[in-house]
């Protein structure tokens, strides 16, 4: 019996001692990323501009504490995204400088963790929408804003924010997918 025991001890460790099996560290993988096709609605806002959006995001009014009556959020649940939009009437206590100087700021207070920030100008002499997007690189909260208006009457921020600790290599692929969306909502907003 001790002889059946003593050879069913060495046979076990000789199976599992002759298994070549690489113990080398795997790199972390990331989740496979399935993409909505693109669908664009017309929204109507209840404020005086209106654009489209995808079918996947869903458009609700701001209700923070401090939110306007004509700010809205653009989800985008899938991804956990939000886009935060911002409307100002221009006049007296809002003039177009002073908002223009604002949405500057706030785009360029990533700079400390940003690598680049670039703008790119926006306009559609057709819709009266002029404006800058700020692209801004690196692991930084807000990757993209933007700005647009009339130079007269209207005024549209928004920034893009991810609920999510900022990583730019993960998010990329999922940054560039939005800010496509963000784009057609840029060239089919109007005012009224």
């Known amino acids: 019996m001790r002889r059946n025991l003593l050879i ?24 496979r990323i399935l993409f909505p096709e693109k669908r664009y609605i017309q929204t109507e806002t209840g404020c005086p501009f209106r654009f489209e959006i995808p079918n996947y995001s869903q458009l609700q009014t701001d209700k923070s504490n401090n939110a306007e009556p004509c ?7 899938q991804f956990n995204a939000r886009l935060h939009i911002s409307y100002f009437k221009i006049g007296l206590n809002s003039t177009l400088e002073q908002l223009r100087e604002d949405a500057r700021t706030f785009a360029f207070k990533h700079t400390a963790i940003a690598s680049s920030i670039t703008q790119k100008e926006i306009r559609q002499p057709e819709n009266n929408v002029y404006g800058l997007e700020y692209h801004i690189q ?55």
């Not at 069913?8 to 989740?31: E, M, W």
């Open 138 to 192: 690196g692991n930084t909260a807000s990757n993209y804003q933007f700005f647009l208006s009339d130079n007269s009457k209207h005024y549209l921020r928004g920034a893009l924010y991810f609920n999510e600790k900022p990583h730019l290599d993960s998010i990329q692929p999922v940054l560039d997918f939005i800010e496509k969306d963000i784009s057609h909502l840029i060239m089919t907003t109007k005012w009224f």
């Open 71 to 77: 700010w809205k959020n653009l989800d985008f649940p």
């Open 8 to 31: 069913l001890i060495l046979l076990v460790i000789n199976v599992t001692a002759c298994t070549n099996q690489d113990y080398s560290p795997k790199p972390r993988g990331f989740h």
